[in-house]
């Protein structure tokens, strides 16, 4: 089973950066993509950005490109998520998420681990 644990989120205002950080329970880095997702309330899960294992291939959100950066540490077992030029819009729940294989996906039904989330809150 693996277990994913998110931290780094917080209030900031807009216009500020802030660092997520995703740790893994076991070395899973050999077989799985890694994914960050968002929910803001009443609205469904948002896919935010998304890692090859290799860190070969990265995928963003249309809202969040050219701000967000996503990265790994297979030696560390842990992906970052790095936020800039935050916007209001950007105040969510952050999931960061796994899934078996190589294949990279903006779906949230692909990722069968998820962590349990890291509020982060964007003030105007």
């Known amino acids: 089973q693996v277990q994913l644990v998110e931290s780094g989120g917080g209030l900031v205002q807009a216009g500020g950066s802030l660092r997520l950080s995703c740790a893994a329970s076991?070395?899973?880095?050999?077989?799985?993509?890694m994914g960050w997702f968002r929910q803001a309330p009443g609205k469904e899960r948002e896919f935010v950005a998304a890692?090859?294992?290799?860190?070969?291939?990265?995928y963003y959100g249309d809202s969040v490109k050219g701000r967000f950066t996503m990265s790994r540490d297979n030696a560390k077992n842990t992906v970052d998520l790095q936020m800039n030029s935050l916007k209001p819009e950007d105040t969510a729940v952050y999931y960061c998420?796994?899934?078996?294989?190589?294949?990279?996906?903006?779906?949230?039904?692909?990722?069968?681990?998820w962590g349990q989330g890291t509020q982060v809150t964007v003030s105007s």
């Open positions: 998420a796994a899934r078996r294989g190589a294949v990279i996906s903006q779906s949230r039904l692909a990722y069968g681990y």
């Open positions: 076991q070395s899973i880095f050999s077989s799985y993509t």
């Open positions: 890692i090859s294992w290799s860190a070969d291939n990265t």
